[in-house]
């Protein structure tokens, strides 16, 4: 029976993806009633389409047009409404609902990125960093509101005032972040091929810190794999990093048949061994180790399992990366996060051991990997004298 426990696993998460894709699609009453929230004062609503309309007033005349529209932040989906006056003017815009930290909400209000709406028409471009300004240290969630705006105003302009939208050629940003952040992956790939490197691990774990956490934060999450399975993909010429840190670690696990995120990338792991090496306290788990490697495989079933069910990459996500790199966080983050970093200096990298999703679905395309090569023959045979330096977590 044990066995069959994974590919029972794969059945229900392949239904629960199906039927959260099915269960979450807002219906028309659902529509109608965030139509009411954002202009009261209409009599009715005629549908453009399933998520625009016409707000009609007391005389029968159009008094705006508004629209809902979602699309994916930092930890997920933000359902933003917008209002436009009859001209194509747009007049408000507002976050309905949204699953990302409010501390991060009310950087964005603060920073009063919502007023720069107020001049634009609705066949205007709506893009981020092209005629809309973000917010700095909450580059995601600015994108994914200009995105919403973007949607219901384009089809306003199309379809009821015969304008044709006007276009952003934004070019791939190669940068000195995306140059960084590529250069990290490929050295990761070359440091446990070659012995003098692999010494240097720690120091290049502590350039990750820098890097991949503090100055971008972007470690790789349940976000980012919750969004692959579930076609959330931004478009690469506004945020390449995305696909360098997803694909930079996925890439190497399934052709190498090591994890090697983990072990030379995630800055999170970086924090871990600074600890462990001003305590120098490695106490042993013993026989609970495996119980923790069991708690691993059942936290990472329910974060995908939840991530389906309402279709919201981040809905169960627990990760502390984004508390302690974004310096962002509820109390109750703050607090796990403590207590994570307490352990870890009695317990080496307790983190990644005990709780880290990331680390377990890693591991899982690693393993896959292996098979793959095993089945086309392409397992490696090792060489006599040949010094594996390969650091397992």
Not at 44 to 58: L, Q, S, W
Not at 265 to 284: D, K, M, W, Y
């Amino acid at each position: 029976m044990k066995k069959f426990l994974p590919l029972l696993a794969i059945v229900i998460l392949v239904i629960t993806i199906i039927y959260g894709h099915y269960a979450n699609k807002m219906d028309a009453d659902v529509v109608q009633g965030y139509y009411r929230q954002m202009l009261p004062a209409a009599t009715r609503y005629e549908p453009i389409n399933d998520k625009t309309a016409r707000a009609i007033g007391a005389d029968g005349k159009v008094t705006a047009y508004l629209g809902v529209s979602s699309n994916v932040g930092y930890g997920g989906p933000i359902l933003v409404g917008t209002i436009l006056g009859p001209d194509g003017a747009v007049k408000q815009v507002n976050i309905l609902e949204h699953k990302e930290t409010p501390s991060y909400i009310n950087k964005i209000t603060q920073a009063g990125y919502f007023r720069q709406y107020t001049k634009k028409k609705a066949d205007d471009p709506l893009v981020l960093d092209y005629d809309l300004d973000r917010v700095s240290g909450a580059t995601l969630s600015t994108r994914a509101i200009a995105k919403s705006v973007q949607e219901v105003a384009h089809v306003v302009a199309d379809k009821e005032l015969k304008l044709t939208p006007k276009k952003a050629e934004i070019p791939w940003k190669v940068g000195i972040k995306e140059i960084a952040v590529a250069l990290l992956f490929v050295l990761s790939v070359l440091m446990p091929r070659f012995k003098r490197l692999a010494k240097f691990r720690l120091v290049f774990l502590g350039f990750s810190i820098i890097i991949l956490g503090f100055w971008l934060n972007r470690s790789l999450s349940m976000g980012h794999i919750s969004a692959l399975f579930l076609g959330y993909f931004p478009l690469p010429g506004e945020n390449l990093i995305w696909y360098l840190v997803l694909f930079g670690a996925l890439g190497p696990a399934l052709v190498t048949g090591k994890n090697l995120y983990c072990t030379y990338v995630c800055p999170f792991c970086g924090l871990q061994e600074a600890t462990h090496l001003i305590s120098r306290v490695n106490l042993p788990l013993g026989q609970y180790l495996k119980w923790f490697r069991l708690i691993k495989e059942v936290l990472l079933f329910l974060v995908l399992f939840f991530a389906f069910l309402f279709i919201n990459p981040s809905f169960s996500s627990y990760e502390p990366f984004g508390t302690i790199f974004g310096l962002n966080g509820s109390s109750h983050q703050w607090y796990l996060l403590f207590l994570i970093l307490l352990t870890s200096f009695f317990y080496r990298r307790f983190w990644c051991v005990a709780f880290c999703p990331v680390g377990t679905f890693l591991d899982k395309v690693a393993l896959l990997g292996r098979k793959i090569k095993g089945v086309i023959g392409l397992s490696p045979k090792k060489k006599a004298g040949k010094v594996d330096v390969n650091v397992e977590l």
